[in-house]
């Protein structure tokens, strides 16, 4: 997991929302599949293009929809569940 990742995963973590980090070594559709496996209802999908524009692709899994969203919006739209 890079430097980026694991501080907004802390930073999460301190709002409230579970965050299990992926391996950077699989594939995206594996890791995808493997959350959903796992119960997730959404993956952040966190890359250089992501972190360079601040808007992070943030993944529902039970709807199949992805929208990008700020640093600030992740927490609130998560624990809405939407």
């Known amino acids: 997991?890079?430097?980026?990742?694991?501080?907004?995963?802390?930073?999460?973590?301190?709002q409230g929302v579970v965050?299990?980090?992926g391996d950077e070594s699989f594939k995206l559709k594996k890791l995808l599949e493997t959350a959903s496996k796992?119960?997730?209802?959404?993956?952040?999908?966190?890359?250089?293009?992501?972190?360079?524009?601040g808007q992070y692709a943030l993944k529902n899994l039970s709807t199949g929809e992805q929208a990008g969203v700020s640093k600030a919006d992740i927490a609130g739209?998560?624990?809405?569940g939407k």
Not at 1 to 14: F, I, S
Request: aromatic share 2%.
């Open 77 to 80: 739209i998560v624990k809405q």
């Open 38 to 53: 796992l119960g997730a209802r959404f993956a952040l999908i966190l890359g250089e293009n992501e972190v360079n524009s």
């Open 19 to 21: 965050v299990t980090a």
């Open 1 to 14: 997991m890079n430097l980026h990742a694991a501080k907004l995963a802390r930073e999460l973590r301190h």
